[in-house]
């Protein structure tokens, strides 16, 4: 290096700890739109972290074919679709867990004008910020 020259070397490598997803898929849910929603919001959690260069980790209780060692968007999604309704997952050191509702949704009432076309008036799904959800961005803030 030349002298005279301002240089810039970077020695350290910014690190976010672990984001594990605990997905619960209890078969006695209210609906079983809501099962599909606690899938699909964990599957958008777990690429939005890994995009964001988290090391992602995920838990349905028990399944046939385990998590990816070494997640990619294509093996997310691969694992999420195979998902079965079971026990749900022990939440211990999940960064959140994704419950279905336990609500029953009431078909006498008529739906509200701002609901979504085949919307249920359920709540179907519930995020819980178990332990850690920080990280870059404004979605994954303290």
């Known amino acids: 290096m030349a002298s005279g020259k301002l240089a810039v070397l970077e020695l350290a490598q910014e690190t976010y700890p672990l984001f594990k997803v605990a997905m619960n898929l209890d078969p006695h849910a209210a609906l079983e739109e809501a099962r599909e929603m606690v899938v699909s919001a964990g599957a958008s959690l777990l690429l939005f972290a890994l995009r964001e260069g988290r090391e992602v980790r995920a838990d ?11 997640p990619t ?22 960064s959140v867990e994704v419950r279905p ?8 009432r008529k739906p509200r004008p701002s609901a979504l076309p085949g919307a249920s008036e359920a709540q179907a799904v519930v995020l819980v910020s178990c332990h850690e959800f920080a990280g870059p961005g404004p979605c994954m803030s303290p």
Not at 88 to 94: I, K
Not at 101 to 108: A, E, F, H, M, R
């Open 60 to 70: 349905a209780g028990p399944q046939r074919s385990p998590f990816p060692a070494e």
């Open 73 to 94: 968007p294509d093996g997310i999604l691969a694992w999420c679709a195979g998902l079965q309704p079971g026990r749900p997952p022990d939440p211990e050191g999940a």
């Open 101 to 108: 509702s336990i609500k029953k949704s009431d078909t006498n």
